[in-house]
């Protein structure tokens, strides 16, 4: 008997540590390994849910999360994962659910009271979410998942300065944390900073690769961060509506100015730019597989 629960938790251990490194296949076949024993085992049935669920094959993940509860109703952390999965079927009633459910049995849960938080917040509640963001922030002030869904919330209400005075302190706590990098990385990218932007967005999809929205971020900042876009980076820090009021500006007040061959090779060099931008952005996407969406 001693041999089949040290064997368990061998590959309870292994798992633990595949998930941690985003490998969720490997979580599988630790737990494949552990035997007839993870079939009693709530920790079992949440790693193997936590690994479907990082494979976003959210049947799968249902089911290991309700066979861990069959063993323990109240386990918070199955009751977590099951609102998790249940979200992102689109199932908001049944994600609230299991959110409340695992906040009756540990109200104090930092990461149920943030994620619920999220959740009634894109509902629109941006008032109670707040409340609940800082309730969690309360609890973990440093946790990344808290500073990230705090960020989030306090941008959604309209206070962009909060939002990425957030985001930057919990990156700055949590200097790995893949979310963190990837909303700091957005924020820059709204506010034109593609170099710096695109370096955060390359870093969070290295450091998770098995998040396939953070490939995406990936290929996105590759994209960006071609050579030949690196014309494109002054336009759009500049913005193009700005760059087109200059140029009339200069040629008109060049030809006023008697210098009519100046302003004829300026309206040149304005129109190759304007076609450049028409042209090679849409190869570059095509290159690197971007749908017109992704960006």
């Not at 985003?22 to 007839?36: C, I, N, S, T």
């Not at 861990?68 to 386990?75: I, K, N």
């Not at 918070?76 to 689109?90: A, F």
């Not at 199932?91 to 299991?98: F, G, N, Q, V």
Request: net charge neutral; with cysteine; hydrophobic share 45%.
């Amino acid at each position: 008997m001693s041999e089949t629960f040290e064997r368990l938790d061998r590959s309870l251990a292994q798992a633990r540590h595949w998930l941690s490194m985003g490998r969720p296949e490997k979580v599988l076949d630790a737990l494949a390994d552990a035997g007839p024993a993870a079939t009693t085992s709530p920790d079992a049935f949440l790693l193997r849910a936590a690994a479907h669920t990082q494979l976003r094959r959210w049947e799968e993940a249902r089911q290991a999360a309700e066979d861990g509860l069959a063993l323990d109703p109240r386990d918070h952390r199955l009751l977590e994962v099951l609102g998790i999965v249940h979200w992102n079927r689109g199932d908001r009633p049944a994600a609230e659910k299991a959110f409340l459910a695992g906040l009756q049995s540990v109200p104090e849960d930092a990461h149920l009271l943030a994620r619920y938080a999220m959740l009634v917040a894109e509902d629109g509640q941006l008032d109670k979410a707040g409340k609940l963001a800082s309730k969690a922030a309360a609890v973990r002030p440093q946790d990344p998942l808290v500073a990230e869904v705090r960020s989030k919330i306090a941008y959604l209400a309209g206070d962009t300065k909060a939002a990425r005075e957030i985001s930057a302190a919990g990156l700055a706590h949590a200097p790995e944390d893949p979310h963190l990098h990837a909303l700091t990385g957005s924020y820059l990218l709204e506010d034109g900073s593609i170099g710096r932007a695109t370096k955060h967005h390359l870093t969070s999809a290295s450091i998770d690769p098995g998040d396939e929205n953070l490939r995406d971020l990936g290929r996105q900042a590759k994209y960006l961060r071609n050579p030949l876009l690196r014309p494109m980076w002054f336009i759009e820090k500049v913005g193009p509506g700005k760059i087109w009021l200059a140029w009339i500006a200069i040629f008109f007040g060049l030809r006023a100015a008697g210098l009519v061959t100046i302003a004829a090779m300026l309206s040149l060099c304005y129109l190759v730019v304007v076609v450049y931008s028409w042209v090679v952005p849409p190869l570059l996407r095509r290159y690197y597989k971007l749908g017109k969406d992704d960006l």
